[in-house]
């Protein structure tokens, strides 16, 4: 029998193209046209989105991106290039495709370039590490939805998530223990994940599990007692209630409680991008610097660390070696 041929397909959120007004736009309209991410009735939403959230937001987003924005472009973008670049040098015999679930480059192209070099099967690896309906399945949900295109299509890996494996518990440690080298122990780390709707997780996704599970593992790791880490939600968007507790209303409030050092991490972001680069490094920084806390740091995203590349390959081995 011929041996199958693997390719790698990651895939994170995508970015705007450039940190205009327009381009954000752009970038927003087909990310919140997403029924995986807002699932509000289409006859209630379109007008909401197109009348309201896209004309005032998109300016005051863009200039947010600008504060953010590297020389070789948006930081999601620039991280996750680094990342599939790294990964390719790691697996030379096998492609190593990136698409973005909105805008570029897209999910359907990276898909085609592993058909056209002749993979048989694809590991699907959404950067992701914690489940979500509103990523990890959207994610699915745009493959299939390009494979209902295809007449042959490929065999196919959709890892889940990684939110509890050895490798990925062990980068976070490990950059949590640089941290803590480099700027002394902090009264309280912090450990703050993008939030979703409430009615999400009480309709059945498991992401506050999976995020909890994530946090105990490296609490575990670090040796760290309870009263010496917390764990908060940040990101929220529109006016259904989100995950609590909220990162903002937390970190306003932990100098009161006696917390002057804090450390922030953000691990469900495999990248460096706005909501972290932004919203925390700047707009919780300056929360907890005027609430009357002294000394903040932001623990980068594992972005292309050696063990963050690490944790991919071991991924995607796992996925070789399994028995078909
Ligand atoms: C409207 C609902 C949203 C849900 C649900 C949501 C879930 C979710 N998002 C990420 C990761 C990222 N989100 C990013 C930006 C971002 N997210 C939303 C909305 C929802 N996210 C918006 C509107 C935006 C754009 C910025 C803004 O307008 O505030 C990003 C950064 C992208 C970048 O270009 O830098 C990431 C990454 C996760 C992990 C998640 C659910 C678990
Ligand atoms: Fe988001
Ligand atoms: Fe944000």
Known sequence: MRQEKFGVLLVNLGTPEAPTSSAVKRYLAEFLSDKRVVDVSRLIWWPVLNGIILPIRSPRVAKLYQSVWMDEGSPLMVYSRRQQAALQARLPNIPVEL?????QPALKSAI???????????????????????????VFDAVARHFAQMRRIPSLNFIRDYAEHPAYIAALAQTIKTSFAQHGEPDMLLFSFHGIPQR????????????????????????LSAERYMMTYQSRFGREQWLTPFTDKTIEQLPAKGVKHLQVICPGFSADCLETLEEIKVQNKEFFIEAGGTQFEYIPALNDDALHVELFYQLVMEQMTRPA
């Open 99 to 103: 698409g973005m679930s909105y805008g």
């Open 112 to 138: 085609d370039k592993l058909h056209d070099a002749g993979v048989d099967r694809i590991i699907l690896l959404p950067l992701y590490p914690q489940y979500s309906c509103s990523t990890n399945a959207a």
């Open 200 to 223: 999400y997780a009480d309709q059945g996704d498991d992401y506050p599990q999976r995020c909890r599970a994530t946090t105990r593992a490296v609490a575990d790791a670090l040796g």
